[in-house]
């Protein structure tokens, strides 16, 4: 499992950063999400799931592209990076999350290993989703959101509503209702790649801009544990 530690100077938090299901780590929207995020303060770790690592299938063959691992395996990395990421900053704010499928697997290992959280200065203060996939496209559904109600700590939704793979009419109920700790924060125009159309009067990088503010903004508003 390889990473990708980024911690500006003035950090005062860092966000554990997963990728979806279709591309890995330096991926540009993950790539420029992390640079916004450290020009306001926070630090990053990304990480990369073992189905999405480089590795030749043969010799001078370049490497195909390879359907995600199944959960246990997606799970582990995730516990993996979070250890790490203690080890790497055990001074700042910790909080995880990811993009869409990423994102999915972090809020899963929280609900099934509840122990995972930590505690004290240890402790995760909250996940954060960017575009979280509640259904695959044009299958609208909540199965996918069953679990989050036994996460136990402060969860960020952050949605556009052209996102084919969460219908809001869907999601907002269930962020809604206790015992649920959630905030949804949704972006007018925005695909589940958080891509805007020119007719939206934004541009990807107000929206990109729009997302770190966010999080950050958040994330400074969590207490901090007992």
């Known amino acids: 499992m390889s990473g990708i530690f980024f911690r500006p100077a003035d950090a005062?938090?860092?966000?554990?950063?997963a990728h979806g299901?279709?591309?890995?780590?330096?991926h540009v929207f993950l790539e420029d999400l992390a640079r916004a995020l450290a020009d306001r303060g926070m630090a990053t770790l990304r990480y990369q799931f073992p189905y999405m690592e480089p590795r030749e299938d043969t010799a001078g063959t370049p490497p195909r592209r390879r359907p995600p691992d199944r959960a246990p395996k997606l799970l582990a990395t995730v516990e993996a990076a979070l250890a790490h990421a203690r080890r790497l900053a055990p001074d700042l704010p910790l909080f995880a999350g990811g993009k869409s499928m990423g994102g999915r697997m972090t809020s899963q290992l929280f609900a099934e290993k509840p122990d995972t959280r930590g505690h004290g200065a240890a402790s995760v203060r909250g996940l954060v989703f960017f575009g979280f996939p509640l259904h695959p496209p044009k299958k609208p559904g909540t199965r996918r959101a069953d679990h989050l109600s036994d996460v136990e700590v402060p969860m960020l939704f952050l949605q556009g509503t052209r996102d084919t793979l969460a219908d809001l009419s869907l999601?907002?109920?269930?962020?809604?209702?206790?015992?649920?700790?959630?905030t949804l924060h949704v972006i007018d125009d925005a695909d589940h790649g958080f891509h805007v159309r020119k007719s939206s009067g934004r541009t990807d990088a107000e929206v990109l801009a729009e997302l770190a503010d966010v999080t950050v903004?958040?994330?400074?508003?969590?207490p901090t544990p007992p």
Do not use: C, H, K, Q
């Open 12 to 17: 005062r938090a860092l966000l554990v950063l």
């Open 217 to 222: 903004d958040w994330a400074n508003a969590r």
């Open 21 to 26: 299901a279709g591309a890995g780590m330096t």
């Open 171 to 182: 999601l907002r109920p269930i962020v809604e209702s206790p015992p649920i700790d959630a």
